[in-house]
């Protein structure tokens, strides 16, 4: 999979040069390309932001940069994705969805964001990734391009997607490491014993457990996101 990312802040991007997504670059399995949309600018100062019609506080970002940029890498196996507090809510399912794309292409806001009719002229989806408003679009893109990255295959290990969160409609179940006794609390007994079946029932049962005390939501039966 090939993602490139159109910011005006490249060195967001930092945190693609540690762990496993670093890995997965150095290893082929994924591209990840950092485009700066200021080197598209045709303002002579290089300007990236522009005055709203009809008034209000802040700036949109400049239409030609970013319609350029895009323009730099779009084919036909691309999608466009435009992280936006006014976007569909996030989640695990659409982060699968997005792992089978061949290229995807983000464009990080800024400001009071970008004009409407970029989305509509490259057909971008409009991604939020919870009901707050943050000051850029790069913190977004990274928690996008993290998750979905996960589902390419290669990028993890084998098995390590089974008993994830959400990988069968529920929250994982507590894990513990050593030492067996830590700050006078026990590792539960089931988890010492060696024998998988309970283990498996024990996991079973405390996954819904959490699932009812932190999100009662993923209960619901007509609920089928994940
Ligand atoms: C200050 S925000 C603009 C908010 C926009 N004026 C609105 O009210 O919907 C600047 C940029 O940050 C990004 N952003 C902020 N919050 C986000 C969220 N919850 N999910 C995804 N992207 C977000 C978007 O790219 C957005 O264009």
Redesign the pocket.
């Known amino acids: 999979m090939k993602i490139d990312i159109l910011t005006l802040f490249p060195e967001s991007f930092a945190p693609f040069k540690e762990s496993i997504i670093s890995r997965a670059q150095k290893a082929g399995t994924i591209e990840i390309n950092i485009i700066n949309i200021r080197e598209f600018s045709r303002d002579k100062h290089k300007k990236c932001d522009d005055a709203p019609f009809g008034g209000g506080a802040?700036m949109l970002m400049s239409v030609q940069p970013i319609f350029d940029a895009v323009k730099s890498v779009l084919t036909n196996k691309s999608k466009v994705v435009?992280?936006?507090?006014?976007?569909k809510v996030y989640n695990n399912k659409m982060a699968k969805e997005l792992a089978e794309f061949e290229h995807l292409i983000f464009i990080?806001?800024?400001?009071?964001?970008?004009d409407e009719r970029l989305i509509k002229i490259f057909d971008a989806e409009e991604?939020?990734?919870?009901?707050?408003?943050?000051?850029?679009?790069e913190i977004?893109s990274m928690v996008i391009i993290d998750s979905l990255l996960r589902f390419v295959p290669n990028v993890l290990k084998d098995g390590s997607l089974e008993e994830e969160s959400f990988s069968n409609g529920l929250l994982e179940y507590p894990q513990f490491t050593r030492p067996q006794v830590f700050e006078g609390m026990r590792v539960p007994e089931v988890l010492l014993s060696g024998n998988h079946a309970e283990i498996k029932k024990w996991r079973k049962q405390e996954s819904l457990k959490k699932t009812k005390r932190n999100r009662p939501d993923l209960l619901k039966e007509d609920r089928n996101e994940n």
């Open positions: 802040g435009f992280p936006s507090p006014a976007g990080c806001g800024h400001y009071e964001g970008i991604i939020s990734i919870g009901d707050y408003v943050l000051t850029g679009g977004p």
